[in-house]
């Protein structure tokens, strides 16, 4: 699953290529491009939660020991994991999942999503988002939620939408297009961050908007301020983090004592899931 | 494909069926069948360019995972154009492959593929040939071009009866006329080179 990611991600870089290519190219890396989408397609969108010790059963304890041993200081912290497809929409996807789970427990939350979800559909508009092409996915998602408030969907019925593509995509739309309205709406200050020589609208129409385009530090920022909500990334590697610890909090890096995050992912190169907290023991 | 598609999908048709600016933006679409995974459309040639005066046809499909996925679009009438295989039609156009972005439509894909005839991108060919002949000899891709409107997309532009003598030759030596366009247009209408190209 690992690996797809990164494969997926060097391919595309392929096609942005301007050298030419020949007929017989374009087909072979279709043909690899579809080897790899099938592979991917073995998975579902989003796995059902399950011990965080299917994660360390993944490694070698011989041949991977970093990783065999980060995982199992893991469980001492976290409980479940939940894995998520690694087709370049998993952290979009798992940050969904994770919200949906908060909604379904909690109905304030969601009444609030709710509103927030119209707000943005107004800020897209304002922003300059093509109008019904875009006021699509986000009807779409407050429909969504809106069945779950008013009691049509229940967690079973939400679940089966969230590992439907045909479904899950427009949400996942709506999510990209918050992300990218979020920059947009404070391109002054994300400005500098863009490299490449690409405008901040560029950058958000062929990086955030693209589906199956994997995340960056900025696209994660703007969903976590998009959607407001407290999130900690768990790192595999010390390297992958921006403040080189194990893990990382967002929107604002608080410190650990005073932060509870909503949400909490683990990132391992290239791909993200969910994980659990272990419950709170009553002392 | 889900019904949301299919729902979006037929206002995006519309969209294009009953835009009041169609008798000046020169694009049009045809249904070919009822879940709309296929679609013919038409651009007419832009004013000012080598296709003035012709109608062009493409061939639309449209993927499982639209609009998530760009449609799948190339030409079937015949164009002489440096972002354009001029064997198979096939397109070579930013938008259709990783720019595609989901808020797209069919009138924009249209549109962005009329601006391609007006603007063409040597730089990044589809068609290598072409694209030689567009930068190395701009007068001989103007005519060639003129050429294939004329035979191919019904232009209107006088014949070219240099081109077409040498076409006849070919064809009297048993050559299909459009091999023969093709082959000649390739070798900058060079009767010997095409002729040998042919029989070698």
Redesign the interface.
Same mark, same amino acid.
């Given at each position: 699953m690992l690996q797809t990611d990164m494969v997926h991600g060097s391919s595309?870089n392929q096609?942005?290529s301007?050298e030419?290519i020949t007929?017989d190219e374009i087909l072979l890396q279709d043909q690899q491009l579809k080897r790899i989408e099938d592979e991917q397609k073995s998975a579902p969108l989003v796995g059902d939660k399950c011990s965080l010790f299917s994660l360390v059963a993944l490694y070698d304890p011989d041949t991977s020991s970093a990783f065999f041993s980060k995982a199992n200081e893991l469980t001492e912290v976290y409980s479940d994991i939940r894995f998520i497809r690694g087709d370049g929409n998993c952290f979009y996807r798992a940050v969904l999942v994770g919200l949906v789970e908060i909604m379904l427990a909690d109905k304030e939350k969601l009444r609030k999503f709710i509103t927030s979800s119209k707000e943005w559909t107004e800020k897209l508009v304002k922003l300059g988002?093509?109008d019904? #092409?875009?006021t699509?996915?986000c009807e779409?998602f407050i429909e969504f939620l809106q069945n779950i408030y008013d009691g049509k969907d229940n967690a079973d019925a939400v679940f089966k939408n969230l590992n439907d593509?045909?479904?899950a995509?427009?949400l996942l739309?709506f999510f990209r297009l918050i992300t990218s309205g979020h920059l947009k709406e404070n391109a002054a200050h994300y400005e500098p961050f863009i490299g490449e020589g690409l405008t901040l609208a560029q950058y958000c129409? #062929?990086e955030i908007?693209?589906?199956?385009k994997e995340s960056d530090h900025l696209a994660i920022i703007a969903l976590v301020k998009a959607t407001n909500i407290r999130l900690r990334i768990e790192y595999m590697d010390r390297s992958e983090a921006p403040n080189g610890g194990w893990h990382h909090n967002l929107p604002d890096g608080n410190d650990d004592a005073s932060f509870v995050p909503d949400i909490t992912l683990l990132y391992r190169p290239g791909h993200y899931d969910l994980i659990y907290k272990k419950p709170a023991v009553a002392s | 494909m889900s019904n949301i598609a299919l729902n979006r999908l037929q206002r995006e048709c519309k969209e294009v069926v009953t835009n009041s600016e169609i008798s000046e933006t020169g694009i049009m679409i045809e249904i070919l069948n009822e879940n709309l995974t296929e679609i013919k459309g038409h651009i007419r040639g832009p004013p000012d360019t080598p296709y003035a005066g012709g109608m062009f046809d493409l061939d639309i499909k449209i993927p499982d995972q639209y609009p998530f996925s760009p449609p799948s679009v190339k030409f079937c009438t015949k164009i002489w154009h440096p972002n354009v295989s001029s064997q198979t039609g096939v397109i070579c156009l930013d938008i259709l492959k990783d720019q595609w972005a989901a808020s797209l439509t069919l009138r924009t894909v249209l549109l962005s593929i009329q601006a391609l005839m007006c603007s063409p991108e040597p730089k990044d060919p589809q068609d290598a040939v072409v694209a030689k002949q567009y930068m190395e000899k701009p007068q001989v891709f103007k005519s060639t071009a003129e050429f294939w409107t004329l035979k191919f997309a019904k232009g209107t532009v006088p014949v070219n009866t240099d081109y077409q003598g040498r076409v006849d030759k070919l064809k009297d030596m048993g050559v299909r006329e459009e091999e023969a366009i093709s082959v000649l247009s390739c070798n900058n209408w060079d009767l010997n080179r095409a002729t040998v190209y042919i029989f070698s």
């Open positions: 595309e096609t942005t301007t030419a007929e988002f093509p019904w #092409t875009c699509d996915f779409f593509d045909n479904t995509n427009y739309m129409e #062929t908007e693209a589906m199956w | -």
